[in-house]
């Protein structure tokens, strides 16, 4: 919980006076057709109200993880859920929400090819009830490794929103880069390009283990 107290140099904190409880439960069969190595249920959910025990978000909902004997995954979610802001706001600081009780469930699908292979592909897809009207959301990335010391991907998101008071559409991309010198030096960077912002952001990160358990970290961004 974070109260209303909090001080703000604690973390970055965006909801005082608030309290999640979340509750989860599994049960995994490994069945013998389609090639299916294991499937996983998962069912449960979390509820965020006010310290006080007043009622503001919740969630709950069954997951269907699926792991195939290549090491594909297929994962289903259905979430149904319901947003109470106790506040209005501006959502992409541009579409007003106001104070209400709206209906948040959602629907999504994500998969993944073999983790192991030299070309991995994986993808997602997202429809949801939103502040009183919808979002819907596809995404994926291609990650190339052709060498163990070497990583490369290339990624695309887009979300489009429609409310009462508007719509918006936003495309995010992005580029990930990896490699590895030796053990103990590797780089990391990170170009992405923000179509609701039309901001291109940039980071790279070189890590040295100077000696186990200790990294210096030099960061660009």
């Known amino acids: 919980q974070v109260g209303p107290e909090t001080e703000a140099e604690s973390g970055f904190i965006q909801r005082h006076d608030v309290r999640r409880s979340e509750v989860f439960a599994r049960r995994s069969f490994r069945p013998d057709f389609l090639n299916i190595r ?3 249920l998962w069912f449960g959910g979390n509820v965020f109200t006010s310290v006080g025990g007043t009622l503001q978000d919740w969630a709950w909902g069954p997951v269907l993880a699926t792991q195939f004997e290549s090491g594909a995954e297929l994962n ?3 979430q149904p859920g319901e947003n109470r802001p106790d506040e209005d706001f501006d959502l992409a600081d541009s579409l007003y929400v106001p ?4 209906d948040a469930t959602a629907t999504m699908v994500m998969f993944s090819t073999n983790p192991s292979r030299p070309v991995v592909l994986r993808g997602n897809a997202n429809a949801s009830d939103f502040y009183g009207g919808t979002l ?4 994926g990335n291609v990650t190339v490794a ?16 429609e409310l009462p008071s508007g719509e918006f559409t936003s495309n995010l991309i992005n580029l990930r ?8 030096l590797s780089a990391n960077l990170l170009v992405q390009y923000n179509s609701l912002d039309e901001v291109f952001s940039s980071n790279l990160r070189v890590n040295f283990i100077h000696r186990p358990g200790s990294d210096l970290f030099l960061v660009f961004t």
């Open 38 to 40: 294991r499937v996983d």
């Open 136 to 139: 819907r959301a596809v995404g």
């Open 76 to 78: 289903v979610f259905f």
């Open 99 to 102: 104070v209400g009780e709206y």
């Open 146 to 161: 052709p060498i163990p010391q070497v990583a490369l991907s290339v990624g695309f998101d887009r979300s489009r929103v």
């Open 177 to 184: 880069g990896a490699y590895s010198f030796s053990t103990r």
